[in-house]
C-alpha cells in the first residue's frame, strides 16, 4: 500500500493525524479546563481547586490560542479560495475569533488573580466565593463561547465546499 505524499514530501496521512491529534488534545483541554470549574468547592481545598485551575486553563489557554492563530486561518484560506463568496462571513468569523482571543486575556487575569487571593481568602468561604463564582461563571461561557465558534467554523468550511451554487454547478 502506498501512501500519497504532498509536494514536500510529507505524507499526508501523517499530517492528518497530526491534526486528528491537535484537535483532541485541544477538545480535551477544554472538557478539562470545564471539569475543573464545575468541580465544588469543598471546605479547606481552596488552594488545591485553584491549582487546578490553574493547570487546566494554562493548558487549554495554550490550546485555544493556537486554534484561533493557526488552524482557522488555514480554514478561512480554504473556505476563501473554494467559495469567495463566504468572504463577509469568513470577516465575522475573524472577528470573533480576535474577541475570543481578548475573552482568553481576561481569564488569564481572573485566573491569576484568584491565584493571588487564595491565602486571604482560604479560612472564608463567603469571602471565597465572591472571587470564585464570577471566574466559575465568566469561564462556563467562556467554554461555550469557544465550543460555538469552533461549531460555526466548521459549518462554514463545510458550507465552502457542499455549497450549491445554481445553475453553473
Known amino acids: 500500500m502506498s501512501i500519497n505524499t504532498s509536494s514536500s514530501n510529507k505524507p499526508l496521512t501523517s499530517e492528518r493525524n497530526n491534526s486528528a491529534d491537535a484537535e483532541a488534545a485541544f477538545k480535551s483541554?477544554?472538557?478539562?479546563?470545564?471539569?475543573?470549574?464545575?468541580?465544588?468547592?469543598?471546605?479547606?481545598?481552596?488552594?488545591?481547586?485553584v491549582q487546578?485551575?490553574?493547570?487546566?486553563?494554562?493548558?487549554a489557554a495554550s490550546h485555544i490560542h493556537y486554534q484561533l492563530k493557526h488552524q482557522h486561518p488555514?480554514?478561512?484560506?480554504?473556505?476563501?479560495q473554494q467559495d469567495p463568496e463566504l468572504l463577509s462571513r469568513i470577516d465575522l468569523l475573524k472577528a470573533e475569533d480576535a474577541a475570543i482571543e481578548e475573552h482568553r486575556e481576561k481569564i488569564s487575569q481572573a485566573v491569576a488573580r484568584v491565584a493571588?487571593?487564595?491565602?486571604?481568602?482560604?479560612?472564608?468561604?463567603a469571602k471565597a466565593e465572591k472571587h470564585t463564582k464570577p471566574l466559575v461563571d465568566d469561564g462556563m461561557a467562556f467554554v461555550a463561547r469557544v465550543r460555538k465558534q469552533v461549531v460555526a467554523v466548521q459549518t462554514w468550511y463545510i458550507e465552502?465546499?457542499?455549497?450549491?451554487?445554481?445553475?453553473?454547478?
Open 52 to 59: 487546578d485551575i490553574q493547570h487546566d486553563w494554562s493548558e
Open 116 to 125: 493571588e487571593h487564595v491565602p486571604k481568602l482560604e479560612p472564608d468561604e
Open 74 to 80: 488555514r480554514q478561512y484560506e480554504e473556505i476563501a
Open 160 to 169: 465552502a465546499f457542499n455549497r450549491d451554487r445554481g445553475a453553473g454547478d
Open 29 to 49: 483541554s477544554l472538557d478539562e479546563f470545564e471539569r475543573a470549574l464545575l468541580h465544588p468547592l469543598i471546605s479547606g481545598e481552596l488552594s488545591t481547586w
